[in-house]
């Protein structure tokens, strides 16, 4: 399959809490390949609540590593960010470079943050 899909964050936290807007993204996305990255997998870890289902969900998907051109991608990203002005978080920007790197789409209920990463296509 060609088309493939990146789960950010917020998309997989509301998939484990059966939330109906994911339902839906899901619908739209089930004919994709489907990753979360090892920066998602970190955000993930970082809770306090729900780390079996976590857990779980980690071995229905394919993970995307954050490795040295996803690096490189990152690091001309920030430039870019930084000339106007517009910078985002580190997590955001590793994510972003993996989906870019990777040719995965990103989706995610967090549009504003990644919004200026130009070459990033988000579902």
Known sequence: MDQRVCLDTDVIIDI??????????????????????????????????NLDKIELFRKKVDMLTFDELSSRKASLIFKELKKTGKLIDFRDLFIAAICIVNNCKLATFNKKHFENVKSLRIV
Do not use: G, M, P
Request: hydrophobic share 40%; proline share 0%.
């Open 16 to 49: 484990l809490n059966n939330q109906e807007r994911a339902q839906r993204l899901i619908n739209k996305i089930e004919n994709y390949d489907i990753f979360i990255t090892s920066i998602n997998l970190f955000e993930l870890l970082q809770r306090e609540i």
